[in-house]
């Protein structure tokens, strides 16, 4: 399994963000899938999960502003960021039980 993350750049406050994570090879049904960050200085931090089913869960830094999905069909994760902060700057990685994707990275400023 391979997990390539993509969608980062540079944004001002306020701004929006579409994270993707297409993941390669076979993944099952009960695990979910779960976007990680890392900002400078940080320990890397779980922002948001999603069940195969859809069920999601939040950090509350991030909850009501991030939104993640999933389409199974495309085996690919999404993270929606919307009303962005400089605190949102990080590195974001996506996971799979033990398989970890690049990451992508964030900035948030003006």
């Known amino acids: 399994v391979q997990l390539q993350a993509s969608g980062g750049g540079l944004v001002q406050p306020g701004g929006s963000l579409r994270l993707s994570c297409a993941v390669s090879?076979?993944?099952?049904?009960?695990?979910?899938m779960r976007w990680y960050r890392q900002g400078p200085g940080k320990q890397r931090e779980l922002v948001a999960s999603?069940?195969?089913?859809?069920?999601?869960n939040y950090a509350d830094s991030v909850e009501g502003r991030f939104t993640v999905s999933r389409d199974n069909t495309k085996k690919t994760m999404y993270l929606q960021m919307d009303s962005l902060k400089p605190e949102d700057t990080a590195r974001y990685y996506c996971?799979?039980?033990?398989?970890w994707g690049q990451g992508t990275q964030v900035t948030v400023s003006s």
């Open positions: 996971n799979y039980y033990v398989h």
């Open positions: 090879g076979t993944i099952g049904s009960r695990l979910s």
């Open positions: 999603i069940t195969f089913g859809g069920s999601t």
